[in-house]
């Protein structure tokens, strides 16, 4: 169930703590962002396994930011990206177990807000994106 934005506060202050919606297809590394993201004070609030279950959730729960796996098994973080232009609240980070060098331009034209390799996946590397 998502949390109401409202309600979402860090306890030590008045910043609202950004809602996270997690796409990656190995269940490993969701369970590692997710503690990663948690410990940083952001608020995961769903998590999805393939394109089709990443559009569906986005559209429902509305993120702040959605981390997008490059590589998935239906369809790439890019074609994501192109099907979710629509949804301009959310900010689109995404990620890949390759380098950024990898993907040349297609980061840039996505309509990302940037790149974070996995393995230097941070609360602060997010952060630094959306700021």
């Known amino acids: 169930m998502p949390v ?10 008045d910043r609202v703590a950004p809602s996270v919606l997690i796409v990656d297809d190995h269940p490993s590394f969701r369970a590692s962002a997710r503690a990663i993201l948690e410990a940083d004070g952001f608020i995961i609030v769903g998590e999805a396994v393939d394109g089709a279950s990443a559009l569906a959730l986005l559209r429902q729960l ?3 930011v959605v981390l997008l796996d490059v590589q998935l098994p239906d369809m790439t973080g890019f074609d994501v990206c192109t099907e979710c232009g629509d949804l301009d609240t959310t900010s689109v980070v995404l990620v890949s177990s390759r380098d950024a060098a990898d993907y040349g331009s297609l980061i840039e034209s ?7 390799p996995k393995a230097e996946l ?9 700021g």
């Open 4 to 13: 109401p934005r409202t309600y979402r506060r860090i306890c030590h202050d």
């Open 62 to 64: 509305r993120p702040d």
């Open 110 to 116: 996505s309509g990302a807000r940037g790149f974070v």
């Open 122 to 130: 941070s609360g602060a590397a997010i952060t630094s994106l959306l």
